[in-house]
């Protein structure tokens, strides 16, 4: 399987809108997308399109996400420490998604038991 990342700063060439349009072109059952859930958020900050944009339309393809929170600009928090709407998150996110935790280099074994903790408290399984 194969994913792509759509953009997460102005510029990018993969917004949803361009995801899209590789899906239609490209009729590959192997290929998905890779969200970012951190990125998109302060991508939101600099001028890309809402989180929820990116969700609405690529919601079925989403293979997994990179589970960390951002505070502006800054990312690679615990979720819940920063702006990231988790139970938006959750809800287009298929159950089989795989969540890869992504946070700050040295956050260690502790900020990972946290982050499962949340999220499991939020509904990740």
Same mark, same amino acid.
């Given at each position: 399987?194969?994913?792509?990342?759509?953009?997460? %700063?102005?510029?990018?060439?993969?917004?949803?809108?361009?995801?899209?349009?590789?899906?239609?072109?490209?009729?590959?059952?192997?290929?998905?997308?890779?969200?970012?859930?951190?990125?998109?958020?302060?991508?939101?900050?600099?001028?890309?399109?809402?989180?929820?944009?990116?969700?609405?339309?690529?919601?079925? %393809?989403?293979?997994?996400?990179?589970?960390?929170?951002?505070?502006?600009?800054?990312?690679?928090?615990i979720p819940g420490e920063g702006?990231?709407?988790?139970?938006?998150?959750?809800?287009?996110?298929?159950?089989?998604?795989? %969540?890869?935790?992504?946070?700050?280099?040295?956050?260690?074994?502790?900020?990972?038991?946290?982050?499962?903790?949340?999220?499991?408290?939020?509904?990740?399984?």
């Open positions: 399987k194969f994913a792509i990342l759509p953009a997460s %700063r102005p510029g990018e060439l993969l917004d949803s809108s361009a995801v899209g349009d590789v899906f239609s072109d490209v009729k590959s059952t192997n290929l998905f997308v890779w969200f970012d859930a951190g990125a998109s958020r302060a991508g939101e900050l600099t001028g890309c399109e809402p989180t929820v944009t990116i969700l609405e339309k690529c919601a079925s %393809r989403i293979l997994g996400i990179q589970v960390h929170d951002s505070r502006g600009m800054r990312q690679h928090f702006t990231v709407d988790w139970k938006l998150i959750k809800e287009h996110t298929p159950r089989f998604a795989l %969540r890869v935790i992504d946070l700050e280099v040295g956050a260690g074994a502790h900020a990972i038991e946290e982050s499962v903790r949340v999220l499991g408290a939020l509904g990740f399984d």
